[in-house]
């Protein structure tokens, strides 16, 4: 772990105040890792649990993707296409959603729920197996987008209450290694953005966070701290932060989609800014103040 140096570990001169400030934000940091990877988005062509939004919908074979252990040729599953298959036959096409049912399929830490998508199309009839929980390997661009309500959002919102200390978090799934948290206990509210990115450079004990936005404003953070981590392969460094929002993020992030991220040196462009945006609306408006 490379979070922080040996000397500034050992540090005897930190203050009680700084001890808890730091030992606090180790703390949010490690909450946030736990969860990092359990979900990826692609914006408004996955429906997530709400499978019954597909439903004659027509949806459009993406290029590119790797989706080939997820097509079958019969609606039991039996036949997969294989890769050379689905290049030729599928890939670029449009095929209408007929019909699904439920589908479950054991996994190594039990059943995994799924559905099994009936598309048409006037050349052929196919099937595919479609995962709710995640769009992971999702190929499909959904031809006129999905009509969502407005608390769909809030299926990415988990809340828990600690009876120890009184406090309920809030926290959106990770997106692409971007979530937001609220923490609320008695009359106090505070609200924070979690940030991953990915590097093979190693940079030690560095600051400064920027947010682009699509309305050409931006958030800035000179003195935010940045933690780094070496990946679990050894071959690249994980670099991560914990924002405190004040009333002016939170202003800006509901109403604008983040479009890019630098975190001291190391940039990202975000892919799912909608998500992110309605996340946070969601946080903010359906949840505990």
């Not at 808890?20 to 940091?29: E, G, N, Q, S």
Request: net charge negative; hydrophobic share 30%.
């Amino acid at each position: 772990m490379l979070s922080f140096s040996k000397d500034k570990r050992l540090n005897v001169n930190f203050t009680t105040s700084q001890i808890k400030t730091k030992m606090k934000r180790i703390a949010l940091l490690t909450i946030f890792s736990l969860t990092l990877m359990s979900f990826i988005g692609h914006g408004q062509n996955h429906p997530k649990g709400n499978v019954e939004l597909l439903l004659n919908k027509e949806l459009k074979v993406k290029n590119g993707e790797p989706y080939y252990d997820f097509f079958y040729k019969d609606k039991s599953l039996e036949r997969r296409y294989i890769s050379r298959e689905i290049e030729n036959e599928i890939v670029g096409k449009t095929y209408k959603v007929d019909g699904y049912k439920p589908f479950l399929q054991e996994g190594p830490f039990g059943e995994e729920h799924y559905y099994i998508l009936e598309l048409k199309n006037t050349e052929q009839n196919i099937f595919y197996k479609y995962n709710p929980n995640s769009d992971l390997f999702y190929p499909f661009e959904v031809i006129g987008g999905l009509e969502l309500s407005d608390d769909f959002y809030c299926q990415n919102i988990i809340e828990t209450y600690d009876k120890f200390t009184g406090e309920t978090t809030v926290k959106s799934k990770p997106i692409r290694g971007i979530s937001f948290m609220k923490i609320v206990k008695e009359e106090k509210c505070d609200y924070y953005l979690w940030i991953q990115n990915n590097s093979t450079s190693l940079f030690v004990e560095k600051k400064g966070v920027i947010i682009l936005l699509n309305n050409e404003k931006r958030i800035e953070k000179p003195e935010q701290e940045i933690d780094v981590n070496v990946s679990q392969t050894g071959g690249s460094y994980i670099y991560k932060t914990f924002i405190k929002l004040d009333n002016n993020d939170i202003e800006l992030l509901t109403n604008n989609e983040i479009t890019d991220i630098r975190l001291y040196v190391i940039d990202g462009v975000v892919e799912d800014g909608k998500e992110l945006m309605e996340n946070l609306k969601c946080l903010t408006r359906k949840y505990i103040h």
